[in-house]
């Protein structure tokens, strides 16, 4: 299962890049939320809190939800209630462990835990969700199983359909050797892949740059 998955490892050309640090991770915090609510308009959106002065976690985490609703409404820029009182409860998360969240390790010393169980016990935060932002925010090396993952990865016969999100998770993590940059490059690029090609109603193999490591024969059937 590694070595196919390492094969599409190269066969993307990743460009791994580093995670954010210190107290930008809040802001970094909000643009992955803002992602997943206003997908294809995170810009305008964290352009909309920060105008407000929402991205600060205190600021924000106090704000009743209609002040938030309205600061983003007044910048043109939808969002629904349910996604402002995610963002609240996560900045909460965060002003609770912000010490260790943007804690900076100096010679010898060691990041301290990322409190990952207490981020997935969040209303509203999933699995998933809470994987993404421990690795694209704070370079967490584990990964993200979305729907998108889990087609490529049955599609191309590198899982069985049948496995857990466990174990579909630590494949990924063993093909990349742990590495949080890779791990989120790929998170990046196989989310691109399953948007443009690896769809949920059938795959379109021939322009896709992960055609080179299908399995003989084709891919694979998938559901969803």
Not at 73 to 83: E, G, T
Not at 103 to 126: M, Y
Request: net charge negative.
């Amino acid at each position: 299962m590694t070595p196919p998955l390492r094969d599409a490892i190269a066969a993307l050309e990743l460009s791994p890049a580093p995670a954010p640090a210190g107290a930008s991770r809040f802001e970094a915090v909000v643009a992955f939320l803002a992602g997943n609510a206003a997908a294809g308009r995170r810009p305008s959106l964290v352009s909309a809190l920060d105008e407000a002065g929402f991205l600060d976690p205190e600021t924000l985490a106090k704000a009743s939800i209609e002040e938030v609703v309205d600061a983003i409404a007044s910048s043109r820029v939808k969002m629904l209630p349910k996604d402002a009182r995610l963002m609240q409860r996560v900045a909460r998360w965060y002003l609770d462990h912000r010490d260790d969240l943007e804690f900076e390790p100096g010679p010898g010393e060691d990041r301290p835990s990322f409190p990952h169980d207490a981020l997935s016990a969040v209303n509203g935060v999933g699995r998933a969700t809470a994987d993404g932002l421990a690795l694209h925010v704070f370079g967490v090396p584990t990964y993200p199983v979305d729907r998108a993952t889990y087609r490529i990865m049955v599609r191309h016969g590198w899982i069985d359909p049948t496995v857990d999100y466990d174990e579909a998770s630590q494949a990924v993590v063993a093909a990349a050797e742990g590495d949080a940059a890779v791990l989120a490059a790929l998170s990046d690029a196989f989310e691109g892949v399953g948007r443009r090609f690896c769809k949920s109603s059938g795959p379109r193999c021939e322009p896709c740059p992960l055609k080179v490591v299908l399995p003989e024969g084709g891919p694979i059937e998938a559901d969803g």
